[in-house]
């Protein structure tokens, strides 16, 4: 019944800006994610918030870069992406669990589909 679509991903060129939205629906959990997945590469943690307090985190990588967000009252996930890079090319997810913070793909219980981010130079 646990229910996570992104949308939001497209083509940007370099030093643009996108952002990305998980609708979740059938239940909350204490953590929501990003990650990303380029081609013949591992998918890679991203960014993080908690549901209930708001908390944040992020990968070195994007660090005052990205900004993830959540709207408690739409059932939203956010994540706006500004001074896009071509190495931020991939497959985004959208992810959620019930434990702690979590900085690996095993670590989560509940996925969406992902959406296609392609940063061009």
């Known amino acids: 019944q646990v229910q996570l679509v992104e949308s939001g991903g497209g083509l940007v060129q370099a030093g643009g800006s996108l952002k990305l939205s998980c609708a979740v629906s059938?239940?909350?959990?204490?953590?929501y994610a990003w990650f990303r997945q380029a081609p013949g590469k591992e998918r890679e943690f991203v960014s993080a918030i908690t549901w209930s307090g708001g908390a944040t985190y992020y990968a070195d990588s994007v660090k005052g870069r990205f900004a993830i967000s959540r709207d408690n009252a739409n059932n939203s996930v956010y994540v706006q992406m500004n001074s896009l890079k071509p190495e931020d090319t991939a497959v985004y997810y959208c992810?959620?669990?019930?434990?702690?913070?979590?900085?690996?793909?095993?670590?989560?219980?509940?996925w969406g589909q992902g959406t296609q981010v392609t940063v061009s130079s």
């Open positions: 992810a959620a669990r019930q434990g702690g913070l979590g900085l690996r793909t095993t670590e989560y219980e509940y």
């Open positions: 059938g239940r909350t959990f204490m953590i």
